[in-house]
Nanobody, 121 residues
């Protein structure tokens, strides 16, 4: 049974870069044909897909966040990471990592428990 666990700082200051790591257990992030996504849910709003890294290492980003988002992986640790630059209070959200057979993960896909990130000075 695959498990995903998000980790990272819960508080980030405006203009800084948010960095989160997803540790995957029970399965490899290089297994065909899975995509490993980051999605977020701001308070009072729905889920927003941010981007994904494929089993092959190819990356895909939401057009609205592409200029600020970078997703990478460490296959030796079975982890993938999110970096979101130039954060503002509007980036405050619960951040989830997810596994999907589609590039764009949805609420029906398996994801971790989530981690709250607050952007505030």
């Amino acid at each position: 049974q695959v498990q995903l666990q998000e980790s990272g700082p819960g508080l980030v200051k405006p203009s800084q870069t948010l960095s989160l790591t997803c540790t995957v257990s029970g399965g490899s992030i290089t297994t065909k044909y899975y995509y490993w996504s980051w999605i977020r849910q701001p308070p009072g709003k729905g889920l927003e897909w941010m981007g994904a890294i494929a089993y092959s290492g190819n990356t895909y980003y939401s057009p609205s966040l592409k200029s600020r988002t970078s997703i990478s992986r460490d296959t030796s640790k079975n982890q993938f990471t999110l970096q979101l630059s130039s954060v503002t209070p509007e980036d405050t959200a619960v951040y989830y990592c997810a596994r999907s057979l589609r590039i764009v993960a949805t609420e029906s896909d398996y994801r971790g428990q989530g981690t709250q990130v607050t952007v505030s000075s």
